[in-house]
């Protein structure tokens, strides 16, 4: 990974932190992105100092706004000429209904809206390298999930498993259908289950003071962030999927997802609508 550029989205803790850490001792130039500041100066110092890497930045960035994720593209194209792998790992659970600054359900606009308009922003750096990876960290909860385009933003009825299994099933979906587009560039997407249950923090990260204690005996059960890295690592870094794509991956190897997850059409009016609710109708 010598010379290879890595984003990482939600790189300040949990699995995003780890997978950073991996690349960054393998070689990789990485730029972390996340929310705040304070904690993606720590996260970088922390793997320049487990790394030994004095290479690569921190970008502040709320991805579930599309004006900072323009900004944040806008800024990685400025500063670098190529990118060679952007892993969309950044992803939140809402236990309540709470909408983002454009007026959107936050687990729709962080989890889905957010990967999909950087990558399709910073398609002219990953075709620019020539060979590309794109890497979409979705969940195994993605078998039990429907997309309700009635209520895609669960206006009339909202429930956290539905809104975030949905959001997982998306990811699947739109990795595919960006493999499909992306055939012959030299960019690959694949999609990834990270394991059933890992230690991120993510149950009490945006909840009710209730939900803390929950994470901390969930904790005690649950993977580490180092395992739950592992597949991010290997499809970041592994010449044996260097030509692969369109494959949603546990551990090493590519597995089926869920039968829903091949409905061609169903994937393509997905990407229209995110395409309208991003406002990237025209060709990027």
């Avoid at 901390?216 to 993977?223: E, Y």
Wanted: hydrophobic content about 45%; some cysteine; glycine content about 8%.
């Amino acid at each position: 990974m010598t010379d290879k550029v890595c984003l990482v989205t939600g790189a300040t803790s949990g699995i995003g932190l780890a997978t950073a850490l991996g690349l960054a001792r393998f070689g990789a130039t990485l730029i972390l992105v996340g929310r705040n500041r304070e904690r993606g100066a720590a996260a970088l110092a922390r793997i320049r100092e487990m790394a030994g890497s004095r290479s690569g930045e921190f970008i502040a960035a709320d991805l579930s706004t599309r004006a900072e994720v323009r900004r944040l593209a806008q800024e990685v194209q400025v500063r670098y000429s190529h990118l060679d792998v952007l892993i969309n790992n950044a992803g939140g659970i809402f236990h309540r209904r709470e909408e983002s600054a454009d007026g959107i359900e936050m687990t729709w606009a962080l989890n889905v809206l957010g990967p999909f308009l950087l990558t399709r922003r910073l398609l002219p750096l990953l075709e620019a390298g020539g060979s590309a990876r794109v890497i979409n960290v979705s969940s195994v909860v993605h078998r039990a999930a429907h997309i309700h385009f009635e209520d895609l933003e669960g206006k009339k009825r909202y429930n956290l498993a539905r809104a975030y299994s949905q959001s997982k099933l998306a990811n699947v979906l739109l990795t595919y259908e960006l493999a499909r587009r992306m055939d012959g560039t030299g960019v690959t997407a694949n999609a990834l289950d990270p394991g059933f249950f890992v230690a991120s923090g993510i149950i009490s990260a945006n909840g009710h003071r209730f939900w803390r204690p929950v994470q901390t005996v969930a904790n005690l059960m649950a993977a580490t962030p180092e395992m739950g890295a592992r597949t991010s690592i290997y499809l970041a870094s592994s010449p044996n999927v260097a030509q692969m794509t369109g494959h949603f991956f546990k551990g090493s190897r590519p597995v089926p997802s869920s039968r829903r997850s091949y409905n061609l059409a169903l994937a393509q009016h997905l990407w229209q609508v995110c395409l309208e609710m991003t406002g990237e109708c025209a060709p990027a």
